[in-house]
């Protein structure tokens, strides 16, 4: 709301463009249809949008088309190549190491880090992932009929038979390997550390969680520091001080270097495709 409300205070004083530097973009998981719910992505995208905003400036977006939701220029920024040099020099055995997805939906971004480091990947199918469960968020009300029959006596609705989720494996060899774990928000950190426990049963001797966004809500530091998991590493997109000083194993790369160099770029009117170079339609 404060931000919307200055953007709005510069639209009435006529200001001549109205740029959002929005490191970390609010809401963004929210981004698809889940039965007949809200995507709150794209109302806040139209919230800025009708505030004034005329540029938006974003870094690591949880899905690439939120930019569809906007009607105004939207620089989707990537932190990886932050991320890829801290790997680099300050992991000494990179190279023993294999890049993990904690599911396959986040498969791609482990693709992308391992073809550029040229390492190997793995992949841990059948996480149990309770916090997507329609019963846990509370969007069963109100309750479901349990006879369909009572709906219309002459109507039969087919119902989708539920997933079942197998146990879980590790798809690819990470006995006596560095594990790093990549993904784009790290909040909730019960996927993560059940991910690095079963990395640690498969023989991994060292695990990294590298992500973008490091929100680490409510006790999340206490967990990573009781955890196998040896080192957090995420930008600084969330101010995350407090949790540091609560566990020595969360570490932070700068990313203000791009920030700066796209408010520049943009100020001066020059060419952002520089800031874009190399990223592919997968990255």
Do not use: W
Request: with cysteine; proline share 6%; aromatic share 6%.
């Amino acid at each position: 709301m404060e931000l919307l409300i200055m953007v709005y205070a510069c639209k009435t004083s006529c200001a001549k463009s109205i740029i959002g530097v929005i490191p970390y973009f609010p809401y963004s998981k929210q981004c698809k249809m889940r039965k007949r719910g809200s995507i709150v992505s794209k109302l806040l995208a139209s919230m800025m949008c009708k505030a004034g905003l005329t540029h938006l400036i974003t870094m690591d977006l949880h899905q690439k088309e939120i930019q569809g939701f906007f009607n105004i220029p939207v620089d989707n920024l990537r932190a990886s190549p932050f991320l890829l040099q801290y790997i680099q020099e300050e992991i000494p055995d990179y190279r023993n190491a294999v890049i993990v997805a904690k599911s396959p939906a986040s498969a791609k971004r482990a693709q992308s880090f391992a073809e550029r480091l040229r390492l190997g990947i793995a992949v841990i199918h059948g996480e149990a992932q309770d916090a997507e469960s329609d019963l846990v968020d509370g969007r069963h009300s109100p309750p479901m009929v349990r006879n369909v029959a009572a709906i219309h006596p002459s109507l039969e609705i087919p119902m989708l038979i539920p997933k079942e989720k197998p146990p879980i494996t590790v798809v690819g060899d990470v006995g006596g390997r560095i594990a790093i774990i990549v993904d784009d928000i790290i909040d909730d950190v019960d996927s993560f550390l059940a991910a690095a426990e079963t990395l640690k049963e498969r023989g991994a001797y060292k695990i990294f969680v590298m992500a973008t966004h490091g929100l680490l809500s409510s006790d999340a530091p206490r967990l990573i520091e009781e955890s196998a998991i040896d080192e957090v590493v995420v930008t600084n997109t969330i101010p995350h001080e407090i949790q540091k000083l609560q566990c020595p194993k969360i570490k932070t790369v700068d990313i203000s270097m791009i920030l700066s160099e796209a408010i520049r770029r943009i100020h001066n009117g020059e060419s952002m495709s520089y800031l874009f170079r190399n990223i592919g339609l997968d990255d």
